[in-house]
């Protein structure tokens, strides 16, 4: 099956810096990594999308990156704020119509 | 306002009953997903449906089942058989887009007494 990893359970920063998370992948390089954020008992939100093609995508204070020699997608909130306190997941693709989620990360952003 | 719901939120169910979960979308998609969550869990498939009278297992459909009788409901039944059914349960869908992008429900929580 196609694994994927989010490599740290919880993150805790201060307001105002940047927050990084990582989301690691096995075997072949997906066409496409999704991000998306949850909050406490509500479904998740779709937030960006980064192609294989693509080294960086970015949304506002959101950066998502793909590095397909790492494996691995990186996705930053910069200048973060309150607000911005989620479980973040990332996922990939398994084949037609189907994604394989991440456990997600859950970030804290202090005032 | 077009979105997807489930229902009900909250619900309990006794040890050898089933419950049945709702789960309705107007944004007229083809692809319906049920998906388990657990904490510490990423989502895991359970069983989705690309199109009306069809329907595949996902990862974890032992104890499960589910119908798609219309485009816009795809009901979760979860059976006595599921030996642990007490999780977070979200329905998804997905459009025309190649990349998947899945809209979900806001979940409902099964706990068994």
């Known amino acids: 099956s196609q694994k994927i990893e989010q490599n740290s359970e919880a993150l805790n920063i201060q307001e105002g810096k940047t927050a990084t998370l990582t989301c690691n992948y096995t075997n072949y390089s997906p066409a496409y990594l999704q991000w998306y954020r949850q909050d406490p008992g509500r479904g998740p939100v779709f937030l960006l999308l980064?192609?294989?093609?693509?080294k960086e995508k970015r949304k506002e204070r959101l950066k998502v990156t793909f590095d397909t020699t790492l494996k691995q997608s990186l996705f930053h909130i910069t200048a973060s704020q309150p607000a911005d306190s989620a479980t973040y997941l990332c996922a990939r693709p398994s084949n037609d119509y189907k994604l394989s989620f991440g456990a997600g990360t859950t970030v804290t952003v202090r005032a | 306002d077009g979105g997807i719901t489930q229902s009900p939120k909250y619900l309990f169910r006794k040890e050898g009953q089933n419950v049945t979960l709702s789960c309705e979308q107007n944004l007229n998609h083809d692809a319906m997903y049920w998906y388990r969550q657990d904490p510490g869990q990423g989502l895991r498939l359970i069983y989705y449906s690309q199109i009306v009278n069809d329907f595949q297992k996902g990862d974890i459909a032992e104890g499960y089942s589910v119908s798609r009788e219309k485009k816009e409901s795809f009901p979760l039944t979860v059976t006595s058989a599921q030996k642990n059914p007490t999780a977070f349960y979200l329905c998804?869908?997905?459009?025309?887009?190649?990349?998947?992008?899945?809209?979900f429900g806001p979940g409902t929580r099964l706990t068994v007494l």
């Open positions: 998804a869908s997905t459009g025309t887009s190649a990349y998947n992008e899945q809209f």
């Open positions: 980064i192609r294989e093609n693509e």
